[in-house]
């Protein structure tokens, strides 16, 4: 029936005074949510009540949104991206949600008027912390792009009850806290108790033949454990399209087991809760380091067997047939983490929906896609195949199964060549087998990318060579991209709205726009005005610089940037090798012309890599010794700003005169702190690796400092025998830094600290820090010597920006959908849920 205007309007008023976006409206609104959600008056009302309360607000205006999403894509012929993801590395949801809905100012009038401060009640939010780096904060991106360009997906992932640590330092050492991020409550997800699936871990399997002959095979778990779905509306940028990430909370089916209960066996029946309630409950914090433990494969397989005993459930609720799941769901997986999926997919068809073993190959090798995100060899996923046995009996069978007959068809396809079929084969040879998760990747999917150009070809030429022998077809690369919302409009306000304020709004969808300020970048008066808004994100940075660490920086020096994992493909080392040499120079010759620079370091060390925490205790004892010294006289200073995480990144990139991405080449997949930092601004220091290539391409090589060897350099002098204790005998400046270090001159004298680290740089070094550390400070020379030049700085700074359009992660979606999913844009229309409560 249509309802008449009356109704209409009357419906539209009704909805204006629930979730609508005027001041006053939203100060009712966050009053309601204090008084009914948190039982509290705003006299007794903490920051944290507000803070909530604001948030439950705005999740009300997400909800119209996202129920029309989701009720637009159970519409059959709707075809959804499914990413299956170990890490969401997410940030604040309250800040980004104000942007996405248009609703910033109107939200900050209202909070003034209740006597709170909007950034205030920003800050309170404890970030969810699903993910370790990049990895986890690609998928984080890629989330806002595929909701903001109106692509139906769902985000498929843990809720871990324990995100990553929180990281403190302490003398000078990496300390770790649990991160407890759900402790007030998370106002963002919706649980969907009624919503869960049951998934089965160990025990053995039984065969036998059913009454029709068929060979069959039920597996007999040694626990069951329950998913529970957690949802979170993830809305994009001024759009009505509000994509679900659904995170899955492990539990055991039943509170406790009641028999072994009563049969007096209590803390069995409650440690079989608490080993079920485990497998969500802490994320791993090794970033490309593989962790062949049992939970962590416990993991993988419980939120891939959950999201694809959803997505099969949702396909056939709508009358879709299981042999055309494909036209339903594009299944990605992000990097290995979730490649169980594979064999996962063949159990539910083969043992659940008995299709046919061929047909449900088939059908799995039309859903799958799988992006590799690295090349390093100890990040690459295997599972002794005795472990991997214990916990999913089932899936080594099936595996198996796959494996036999793929190696079948590779041998005919290539004559019964030996090495090929040893190199593809899913279950390595020789005594100790191991389920190799890339080849299982590979093997079930029909396409395959890289994260860089460069990455991407040497894909091709290392760790999936054979695969791109087998298969040149399925291969792609997929330049990253991050998303322009959080990482320029939410974190920099300032310098958004100085280029808004010349080109328009537009380049916040569609980032090519920005070649817009092109035209400005000679002109002295943008110039100026780029400089000062600079200059104030420095000031900002300096005072929480000052307030975190205890170190007073000065705004106007150069401030140099490097925050990231803390890695030794990643060479931080390097970095502080130089501030050394630097140092040394100023000691030497104290009235030595010296650009004032402040060296920022941030980053997270995996709690177990003896060396990157090393790293750390070098660098915060460098910058003892070196922001102490009074001959140095403040300037050159060290910095390291504790527990980098999205938060303190927003914060970080703003204020970044250079940006340093120093990895040997080769080794860095992609990078994506490089295209945030080069977008506010930064210049980049960097090796031709990962998108660096592609960023120096962009940016033109003019606006980039380019030091270090190449790749095929890297290559050719390890083959020929790198010797790093060449290098430190030909290069005095290396030589002095590195005796100090051992020596204990900035370790009290106690020179024992360093010596497993500076063992290996001499010894092995095989990032080749000490090959590149010449080139690195001549290079360095070139940074201070630009930065002297204020008007030729602000140039390369303006077009560094202006030329970012392409690492818009709205550009890498365009292209996962256009050339991987083939998936459109589908909008969204508001529909009125109210009508029938009329
Ligand atoms: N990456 O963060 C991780 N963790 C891994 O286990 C493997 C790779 C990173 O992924 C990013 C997103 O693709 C890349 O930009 C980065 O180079 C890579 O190290």
Request: charged share 25%; glycine share 6%; hydrophobic share 40%.
């Amino acid at each position: 029936m249509k309802s008449s205007t009356k109704d209409t309007e009357s419906i539209l008023t009704r909805e204006e005074t629930r979730t609508g976006l005027g001041p006053e409206t939203l100060k009712r609104a966050i009053l309601n949510h204090l008084f009914y959600n948190q039982g509290k008056f705003p006299e007794i009302a903490t920051r944290n009540d507000y803070y909530m309360a604001m948030s439950f607000a705005v999740r009300d205006r997400l909800l119209q949104r996202w129920v029309a999403s989701v009720k637009k894509y159970l519409n059959a012929d709707q075809k959804i991206v499914s990413y299956l993801s170990a890490e969401y590395l997410l940030g604040p949801h309250l800040a980004n949600n104000l942007i996405n809905l248009g609703i910033y100012e109107n939200m900050e009038k209202a909070s003034n008027s209740l006597g709170m401060n909007l950034d205030w009640l920003i800050a309170k939010e404890q970030e969810p912390g699903l993910g370790n780096g990049g990895l986890g904060r690609l998928a984080a991106c890629y989330m806002d792009s595929l909701a903001t360009l109106e692509i139906p997906a769902i985000g498929y992932g843990i809720r871990y009850q324990f995100g990553i640590f929180e990281q403190d330092i302490k003398d000078g050492w990496q300390i770790e806290d649990t991160d407890n991020w759900l402790r007030r409550g998370n106002p963002w997800e919706i649980a969907k108790r009624e919503l869960g699936y049951d998934v089965k871990l160990g025990g053995y399997v039984q065969h036998y033949t059913d009454i029709n002959g068929k060979f069959k095979a039920n597996w007999i778990p040694g626990m069951i454990v329950k998913g529970i779905a957690y949802d979170t509306p993830i809305l994009g940028y001024r759009v009505n399209t509000c994509n679900t990430l659904r995170l899955w909370k492990s539990e055991a089916p039943k509170s406790f087991d009641f028999q072994t209960f009563n049969q007096g066996l209590y803390s069995g029946a409650v440690s079989d809760k608490t080993v079920c309630e485990n497998i969500s409950k802490v994320l791993y914090p090794n970033d490309e380091q593989r962790e062949g433990k049992i939970l962590r494969l416990q993991q993988q397989y419980f939120f891939v067997s959950c999201s694809l005993q959803d997505m099969i459930a949702i396909h056939l609720s709508q009358g879709g047939k299981i042999e055309r799941f494909y036209d339903k769901f594009v299944v990605q997986l992000n990097d290995t983490h979730p490649a169980i999926g594979v064999a996962e997919m063949m159990r539910l068809l083969v043992d659940v929906y008995e299709v046919e073993w061929d047909l449900a190959w088939d059908i799995t090798k039309k859903s799958f896609a799988y992006t590799n995100h690295t090349l390093l060899p100890e990040a690459l996923e295997t599972w002794d195949q005795d472990l991997f046995q214990s916990v999913l009996p089932r899936h080594l069978e099936i595996i198996q199964e796959i494996n036999r007959r793929f190696l079948d068809e590779v041998t005919i396809r290539t004559y019964g060549d030996q090495d090929l079929i040893s190199s593809l084969s899913i279950i390595s040879d020789g005594p100790w087998k191991k389920i190799r998760m890339a080849n299982l990747a590979c093997a079930g999917s029909f396409a395959i990318n890289g994260v860089a150009a460069l990455h991407s070809e040497l894909l091709k030429k290392t760790v999936l060579k054979d695969w791109y022998q087998l298969w040149p077809e399925k291969f792609s690369n997929k330049t990253n991209g991050v998303t322009p919302r959080r990482w320029m409009v939410l974190s920099n306000p300032k310098l958004s709205s100085l280029i808004s304020s010349k080109i328009g709004e537009g380049w916040i969808k569609n980032l090519d726009e920005l070649t817009g300020l092109e035209q400005y970048a000679d002109d002295p008066s943008f110039q100026q005005e780029w400089m000062v808004v600079k200059h104030e994100m420095k000031k900002d940075l300096a005072k929480r610089i000052l307030q975190r660490t205890k170190i007073k920086v000065d705004p106007s020096s150069i401030f140099d940037v490097h925050v990231k994992r803390i890695h030794e493909y990643k060479r931080q080392h390097l970095n502080i090798l130089h501030v050394i040499a630097l140092y040394n120079r100023i000691k030497q010759n104290p009235d030595a012309e010296v650009v004032p620079r402040t060296f920022i370091f941030a980053g997270k060390a995996a709690p177990g890599y003896h060396l990157a925490k090393l790293m750390i205790k070098l660098i915060t004892s460098v910058a003892d010794v070196v922001n102490q010294d009074p001959i140095v006289k403040d300037r050159i200073k060290v910095v390291f700003y504790p527990n980098y995480n999205v938060t303190n990144a927003q914060r970080i990139y703003p204020a970044a005169d250079v940006s340093e991405q120093i990895s040997t080449a080769g080794k860095e997949a992609s990078g994506t702190g490089n295209m945030k930092l080069s977008m506010n601004g930064a210049l980049t220091i960097g090796t031709l690796d990962g998108a660096n290539v592609e960023i120096r391409d962009c940016v033109g090589a003019e606006n980039f400092f380019l030091f270090g060897l190449t790749e095929e350099e890297v290559q050719q002098k390890k083959s020929e025998g790198y010797n790093p204790f060449d290098y430190y005998m030909a290069n005095p400046e290396l030589k002095l830094a590195i005796d100090q270090i051992n020596s204990g001159y900035f370790s009290h004298m106690n020179g024992s600290v360093f010596k497993d680290l500076i063992n290996s740089l001499l010894y092995h070094d095989q990032y080749l820090v000490l090959a590149d550390f010449e080139s690195y400070v001549a290079e360095q020379e070139r940074v201070a010597e630009a930065y002297k030049d204020k008007q030729r700085w602000a140039k390369m700074s303006i077009l560094n920006a202006a030329r970012m359009g392409k690492f818009s992660s709205d550009r890498s979606i365009k292209d996962y959908c256009d050339d991987i999913w083939k998936v459109g844009p589908s909008p969204v229309e508001l529909v009125d849920f109210h009508q029938k409560t009329q």
